[in-house]
């Protein structure tokens, strides 16, 4: 009976997020700490719990789906305990309408789909990249699933599970704020867990999270997340435009309140506006620089009670020293390693690449977006070693990274003046930890000194190439150490002219090209092919670099 497994398994996964609620808060950094999302979806989960608990031993999916409602509305704290709350409701009414045991998987998608649309409803503006995105991808990946009539309910909740986690890695890819931060969404982490964990427990297996020990594609999705599970010392808030959020449970008085002309009501008050619930009982949740006016607004409709005004300004200084005094502490404890090495990279490609090459961090920065001094001496400083090596990666960065170099105190910095990415792959596969820095960076350097460079990108006003050639807003140019030495007006011919003719000024024996993000997988296969069928003796080494501006950049040794 779908109402004993519901009763059985939510308990176990509302545990799971209490657990890890100290987690999933120190992940919330969009836009500035709204209380704690670890803390707010645990309580929510806690007082849903206590109603479920309650119950008869007999009751129906119809009166467990009325507990969950009723708790989570009760209970709902902050934006992330809001939406959760409408989420758990959505999914509970469409449980009612299963009239089979086990649940059929068509009756599951029917029941994740009417989830998503309560969610949806309740939110505004809703934003990608935040907990709506994984109810969404859960809701098509439902559908997918039940389509497919060879698959079983429980190979269907694995798969529900791994698309959850793969929905949370990529986060930072439809929301900036987390990419800059290093970070995936709090509140979609927070649910990933509990579903996991609601999953497990019918399933019959053990919900610890290990993301390290096994390689199936649940715990690549893991991985996926956990390689962004990990805190951003984010101090650079100046403060939103509205100040105090502002919950609280309201009763209307009377059958006429309308609830679009207080939703309406709200936003003129602030941001993040919510009204949820149904007559008489409703969550109200706003940002607002006046919360008095709010409340007193409502209280000539009907009855507040449970009222919480949170300062943010303060939360966020005091999140910001709490994260600070952690990483101190961490720092502290861990020995100096001998040897590390800072890079800076446009594209989430070249970052992978770097990592995976031994760099330690990877400071993010480009052509348009130069990452400060400071930012380098903090990466430096994050690789917590004696002695660090700096691969700038763009000649408008170098000096930042030798001013940086000069000002740590704590560590010998040396800096390694690549000009490119692809420089710095191969000074990096020359590298050796094991080695003193001065003889890793004779032998980094002497590692670029054979390495020719060339990129790809449009012209933003007119200008002229080397050879005097006129170059006119939007054309496509090709450049060789610097100087604009092919100009077109298609991405793929002129990469391929300018690689020709480096071909032909020196011969290399190993391209290789970085796709930009704004070059297609299959355009980028086709440039290759091209090229290898062209110069056969030419060892093309192809990669996703996801660099902006610049669709194509490459090297030839």
């Known amino acids: ?235 650079d808030w100046e403060g939103s435009e509205y100040r105090y959020c502002t919950e609280f449970l309201f009763h209307a008085d009377s059958e006429s309140f309308d609830s679009k002309e207080n939703l309406d009501f709200l936003s003129t008050m602030g941001d993040c506006e919510l009204l949820v619930g149904s007559f008489p009982d409703f969550k109200i949740h706003v940002h607002s620089n006046e919360p008095d006016k709010v409340l007193h607004h409502m209280l000539e409709q009907g009855q507040i009670f449970e009222v919480f005004i949170h300062n943010m300004d303060l939360e966020a200084k005091d999140r910001t020293a709490s994260i600070a005094a952690d990483k101190s502490q961490a720092t502290a404890a861990a020995p100096a390693k001998d040897l590390g090495v800072v890079a800076v990279a446009a594209g989430s490609g070249e970052a992978d690449i770097l990592k995976s090459l031994g760099v330690d961090v990877v400071v993010s920065g480009g052509q348009t977006m130069n990452p400060s001094t400071a930012d380098i001496l903090a990466a430096v400083e994050q690789v917590h070693a004696k002695a660090v090596i700096v691969l700038p990666n763009n000649g408008n960065i170098r000096m930042a990274a030798e001013a940086a170099a000069s000002a740590c105190e704590d560590a010998q910095v040396e800096v390694v003046p690549t000009k490119t990415v692809p420089q710095a792959f191969s000074a990096l596969f020359v590298y050796d930890p094991s080695l003193p820095i001065a003889d890793n960076v004779a032998a980094m350097v002497e590692a670029i000194s054979q390495v020719r460079d060339g990129e790809v990108t449009t012209a933003v006003r007119d200008s002229s190439a080397a050879d005097g050639t006129p170059i006119h807003a939007g054309d496509v140019m090709g450049i060789q150490d610097g100087a604009i030495t092919q100009v077109g007006s298609d991405v793929c011919d002129v990469a391929f002219k300018l690689i020709e003719a480096m071909q032909t000024q020196e011969e290399g024996d190993t391209l290789t090209i970085l796709a930009g993000q704004d070059m297609d997988d299959d355009v980028f296969e086709a440039l290759c092919d091209r090229i290898e069928d062209a110069m056969p003796d030419l060892e093309v080494d192809a990669h996703r670099g996801e660099q902006p501006l610049y669709p194509v950049i490459f090297s030839i040794e």
């Open 1 to 235: 009976m779908i109402a004993n497994v519901v009763r059985h398994c939510f308990p176990i996964a509302a545990a799971a997020v209490a657990q890890r609620a100290e987690e999933i808060n120190k992940l919330n950094v969009f836009p500035v700490p709204d209380g704690d999302t670890g803390t707010n979806m645990s309580l929510t989960l806690k007082t849903v719990v206590g109603e479920v608990e309650a119950l008869p031993a007999n009751a129906s999916m119809e009166q467990v789906a009325k507990a969950i409602t009723h708790g989570s509305l009760m209970g709902a704290r902050g934006n992330s305990g809001v939406i959760t709350s409408q989420i758990l409701r959505g999914v509970a009414e469409g449980l009612v309408e299963a009239k089979n045991d086990p649940i059929t998987l068509p009756e599951l998608a029917a029941a994740w789909r009417h989830g998503k649309k309560v969610a949806f409803q309740a939110v505004r503006k809703p934003v990608e990249g935040t907990i709506l995105t994984v109810v969404s991808d859960l809701s098509e990946r439902a559908d997918e699933l039940a389509r497919d009539r060879k698959m079983t309910l429980d190979e269907a909740l694995k798969t529900m599970v791994t698309c959850a986690y793969e929905s949370v890695a990529r986060t930072p890819d439809l929301l900036p704020v987390l990419k800059e931060n290093g970070v995936v969404d709090s509140g979609a982490f927070g649910f990933a867990v509990f579903f996991e964990a609601f999953v497990n427990a019918y399933l019959g297996i053990d919900s610890s999270v290990d993301f390290n020990t096994s390689v199936s594609r649940e715990e690549s999705a893991k991985n996926a997340v956990a390689a962004n599970v990990h805190i951003e010392l984010n101090d």
